[in-house]
Structure formats: C-alpha cells, structure tokens
C-alpha cells in the first residue's frame, strides 16, 4: 500500500527555471493539496483540487500552476523558480464523502526544494 | 477571517511527565479541529480530530485532546511523556460543510507549529 508519494524528495535548481514536482495517491481520494512548509509560517496551502479537470487556488498560489488530468496524481509546477520558493512542499489527499463529514488529510513525506 | 494559534514555539518535558501543547481557534460557526504530528525529515502524521460529541478526544499514541468550546481551545495533552514523542505539533481547524461552497473542499488552517522536546 504504496498510500501518497512525492518526486523528487529533493531537487536544486536555479532561479528562472521551471520546476516541477510530482504527487501520486493510490486511494483514489477525490481531494488532494499542495503546501509549502517555511520557519515561521507553519503549513501554507498553495492550491488544491476537488476532483480532475478541478482546482483552485489556495493561500500562496502566486508563481504556482497545478494541473489534475487523472484523479491520483496532483502535480505542481513553478513556472520560473524564484529564491523566495525555496520551501519544503507537501501533497495531501483526503476523501470527502459528504457534506457533514471531517475526512483527514494524508500528507506525502515532502519534497525540500531549494533555488539558487 | 478563520485562524489558528499555537502560542508556544516550544514545549519542554521531562520524561514521564504531563504534556500539554495549546492551540486557540478562531472560525466561523462550529468547528471540525485536527492535531498532526511531523518528525524530521517527515511528512504530517495524524494524530486525532473532533467532529462533535464528547469534548474529549483520544488518538494516536496515547494522545487526547480536550475540546473547549467557551475558550475557543483545542489543546493535545499526554499523561506521561515519551522520549519519542519529541516532534513538531501542528493543530488545523476546518469550517464545516455547511459554511462552505462544495468545490472550496475542506482546506485546513494551519498553526505555526509547536516543538515538543522531552528529555529523559
């Protein structure tokens, strides 16, 4: 039970590129999230998706594009990395049935992204 | 605007003794409020939620925490400490469905985090 991964689990890269890092649930989630981790800030979401072909933006979505073709993959791409992106990123998918419930969000192990 | 605040950066313990790790919310209407746990080099672990019911809640790892909903808290407590439970502590609150438009999903408001440190 493979549950929520993440690639790469570490890259470095330099300011202007493109960068993009993967996320991959084997539950079949409808809901999946990425946010990025920095000292001070705690989680802060940058986007998620409801289901494929939707998403929106969350708190910190400047600079990001997401995409959602297939349901378990949810990846994230920084168009033209910026020092200011250098963050750890974590992917989370939860399963929502219906309006009343609480469903908890999992969270891949991170990927720690630095831009020189 | 919802928020969550977690007022200490740090939490020291002596093994063996009582923890506490706070957290205060502030949300629109009844909230649905989480505890996770984050080791190093680690991803976010669950640890437990409340829905509604009983005030008090019991998760993973022997942890609980107590729902108050007159002080607006939602703090994780462990009777006995572990060396092992050093980590960071995140509490995340949640609106309701019932508050929310159906596509905005249940997005978590996080805290900055506590770190817990029990030395033996």
């Known amino acids: 039970d493979a549950g929520i991964t993440q690639s790469p689990r570490y890259k470095i890269t330099e300011t202007g590129r493109q960068v993009t890092l993967m996320c991959h649930q084997t539950?079949?989630?409808?809901?999946m999230f990425w946010y990025r981790q920095d000292l001070g800030h705690g989680l802060r979401l940058i986007y998620y998706?409801?289901?494929?072909?939707?998403?929106d933006k969350g708190e910190v979505p400047d600079g990001y594009v997401v995409s959602r073709s297939k349901t378990e993959n949810f990846p994230l791409t920084l168009e033209s990395a910026t020092r200011s992106q250098t963050s750890v990123y974590f992917c989370?998918?939860?399963?929502?049935?219906?309006?009343?419930?609480?469903?908890?969000?999992?969270f891949g192990p991170g990927t720690r992204l630095t831009v020189l | 605007a919802q928020s969550v605040a977690q007022p200490e950066d740090q939490v020291n313990v002596a093994e063996g003794n009582p923890l506490t790790v706070k957290c205060t919310y502030s949300?629109?209407?009844?909230?649905?409020l989480f505890w996770y746990v984050q080791y190093p080099n680690r991803g976010l672990q669950f640890l437990l939620k409340?829905?509604?019911?009983?005030?008090l809640v019991k998760g993973s790892y022997g942890f609980e925490a107590e729902f108050n909903k007159s002080q607006t808290s939602f703090h994780l407590k462990k009777p006995s400490a572990l060396v092992s439970d050093s980590a960071l502590y995140f509490c995340?609150?949640?609106?309701?469905?019932?508050?929310?438009?159906?596509?905005?999903?249940?997005?978590?408001?996080f805290g900055q985090g506590t770190e817990l440190s029990v030395k033996p």
């Open positions: 998706s409801a289901a494929a072909d939707i998403t």
């Open positions: 989370a998918s939860s399963e929502s049935r219906d309006r009343s419930s609480a469903d908890t969000q999992y």
């Open positions: 995340a609150v949640r609106e309701r469905w019932d508050y929310m438009i159906y596509n905005q999903g249940g997005k978590l408001i």
């Open positions: 409340y829905i509604t019911g009983d005030n």
């Open positions: 949300v629109s209407g009844n909230p649905y």
């Open positions: 539950w079949s989630h409808s809901y």
